[in-house]
């Protein structure tokens, strides 16, 4: 029996597959991309010429530099003024400035600062943002008036008293109780009184005569008077003489030295 043609063997052969192309060898990157390695060195070069060049422009450019300082929230007080103290070194880079080292030099050569905000204007300027101190007493001291803001710091002298505050007569020099009380906790205790004292009252005080601790006395308009007596109860005391004045609208003399049993006379 005759075996099968050549054609029909060719009929039955499978058909050839191609030949895959040859391709990188294994483990080897492909074409246009970087190998992990060099892709972290590119990116740390990178950080480090932006770094020097951050760097360079903070503090090496002319660009940044101190040029301008102002001041502001001033009353008493010139811009100048705070300006000149504060004595921002120009020319210097503005990210190097020692803000807390301008702020306190304003603060020592200005005592009627009570506080300072110094903060960089970018990209040349610096701002002073001041808050003056406000009497709430005049210290009465021979011919001088010596302002005392209401935490009892003495920060000025005048020579004419500021308007509208009340004068502070400190008469205890020769008080008993100074050992224990000295002239500057009386004064830190007079102003406690001031500011316990009802609206009303506190706009027509003249003046707080101080003798001793436990011995002030308030002088209003008109002529009244009030025996206080120490600073302590003076909410207390507040309340009774508010009581006192609407009961007895024409009396000279007051005492809410002991608030339980105020007194009054002179109507």
Partial sequence: ???????????????????PEPGPPSGAPARGRLRPGRRGVLVALAAVALTA??????????????????????????????????????GEPVVSLD?????????????????VEVSRDWPRGVTL???????VLLL???KRFVEVDREG???????????????????????????????????EEAVRVRGELPGKVADELRTLVVRSYDDMVLELTGGRTVV???????????????????????ARH????????PAVSGS
């Fill in 228 to 250: 206080w007596g120490s600073p302590e109860e003076g909410e207390a005391k507040a309340r009774a003489l508010t009581a006192l004045l609407k009961a007895a609208p024409r």
């Fill in 254 to 261: 007051f005492d809410v030295s002991a608030p339980t049993t």
């Fill in 53 to 90: 060049g951050l760097g360079w422009l903070l503090h090496g450019s002319s660009w940044l530099r101190v040029e301008r300082v102002e001041a502001t929230g001033t009353r008493v007080l010139t811009p100048a003024q705070v300006v000149e103290a504060a004595r921002v070194p120009l």
């Fill in 153 to 187: 710091v003495r920060f000025a002298t005048a020579h004419r008293p500021v308007k509208g505050v009340p004068r502070l007569e400190l008469a205890a020099e020769r008080s008993p109780g100074l050992r224990r009380f000295p002239l500057s906790r009386l004064t």
């Fill in 140 to 142: 009465v001291q021979g």
């Fill in 129 to 135: 943002e001041v808050t003056e101190r406000q009497p």
């Fill in 99 to 115: 803000t807390d080292a301008i702020g306190e030099r304003v603060r020592e050569r200005l005592p009627r600062v009570g506080s």
């Fill in 1 to 19: 029996m005759a075996g099968p043609t050549t054609a029909e063997r060719g009929a039955k052969r499978p058909p050839r597959r191609p030949r």
